[in-house]
């Protein structure tokens, strides 16, 4: 069966813009959780949305947003970019909620400029 | 501030050697997952213990939840270079809806 689907795998983007980020989680998955990953901070939790509702929010400026499609498709959207927003981000579906049982995708390698 | 911290942070070692990786906090998990990470990739889950004590084997690796639920510990065995990457503790609370990751262990394998 296919993996966990993000796109684009790698952005450019300036200080100031703002950036949507997509996944699409393995067919039946209905957990949807984004982590932040840095060399100096590790992977910090973003979101977790299950059946189209956020279950949960990590310690992030609310710049950071996203949203779960019907489909359990989800997007993470950042506003008014930062340097500091460099990362890689990452997404994990699962069955249920709770972080139980992750298959990550590739991740989207953001650089802010 | 980490809920997880690992130890050691970096290690290289020869092919053929012994490793264990360390992942250690004061606060209690449901349950502890490790997962590896290669360059350009997402982490791979690996293994998932939640019994405190409990013991798995997966081939060449071991893993060991603490008695108290606190710490885990991942061995490896003849270690082979298709073992090099980023090794990762992740630790499951009860009633939180997130994993808590660990700092990470980057393993090199030379052969």
């Known amino acids: 069966k296919a993996g966990v689907t993000q796109t684009p795998r790698y952005l450019i983007k300036t200080r100031g813009q703002q950036v949507t980020l997509s996944c699409s989680p393995i067919s039946g998955h209905r957990s949807v959780s984004w982590y932040q990953q840095t060399p100096g901070q590790g992977l910090q939790f973003l979101f977790e949305?299950?059946?189209?509702?956020?279950?949960n929010k990590g310690n992030f400026p609310g710049r950071f947003s996203g949203r779960q499609f019907s489909n359990s498709r989800s997007e993470m959207n950042v506003s008014t970019l930062e340097l500091g927003d460099s990362a890689l981000y990452l997404c994990?579906?699962?069955?249920?909620?709770?972080?139980?049982?992750?298959?990550f995708g590739s991740g989207t390698r953001l650089t802010v400029v | 501030t980490q809920l997880l911290e690992q130890s050691p942070q970096f290690l290289s070692i020869q092919e053929g050697e012994n490793l264990t990786v360390y992942c250690n906090s004061s606060s209690v998990f449901s349950s502890l997952q490790w997962y590896r990470q290669e360059p350009g990739e997402g982490p791979v889950l690996l293994v998932t213990v939640v019994t405190g004590g409990e013991v798995k084997k997966l081939k060449r690796l071991t893993f060991q939840f603490g008695d108290a639920r606190k710490d885990s510990s991942l061995h490896i065995t003849a270690a082979q270079p298709g073992d090099t990457g980023l090794y990762l503790c992740a630790g499951a609370q009860t009633g939180a809806n997130n994993l808590f990751f660990g700092t990470g262990t980057r393993l090199t394998v030379i052969p």
């Open positions: 949305y299950f059946s189209e509702t956020q279950r």
């Open positions: 994990a579906s699962s069955l249920t909620a709770g972080g139980y049982g992750y298959t």
